[in-house]
């Protein structure tokens, strides 16, 4: 019987081929993660970022390119990584389009991801 041919690894930017969905790199960034409502993304989550969004209504990388956009997405700008004190510091968070922050996130949050 044949073998399934290897896929590319799910993580952006990975040239590694794997018999799963991540390299044997990556896969320590996925699996077992905790579910979001565990991470804190509660109804009292999406209460505050309901909040936080009225006030903020534009994405603050568009602004600063001269663009409005509406954000909707409540960013953390120094990423949380489970410090609740952290997670609930308004001065913490920034209103985002959902483009610039999945950029964010592809770009400096996994690149702190792998300097601990």
Request: net charge positive; aromatic share 10%.
């Amino acid at each position: 019987m044949p073998m399934k041919p290897k896929k590319p690894c799910k993580h952006p930017r990975c040239p590694k081929v794997t018999d799963g969905n991540y390299c044997d790199e990556h896969k320590r960034l996925y699996e077992n993660r905790a579910s979001a409502s565990e991470r804190g993304y509660d109804s009292r989550w999406r209460k505050a970022r309901s909040r936080f969004l009225k006030v903020n209504p534009f994405c603050v990388k568009c602004k600063d390119d001269g663009k409005l956009t509406e954000a909707t997405v409540v960013d953390h700008i120094i990423p949380h990584r489970g410090d609740k004190l952290l997670f609930w510091d308004e001065s913490n968070w920034q209103a985002l389009c959902k483009r610039c922050h999945d950029k964010k996130t592809m770009t400096e949050d996994i690149y702190e991801e792998y300097k601990y």
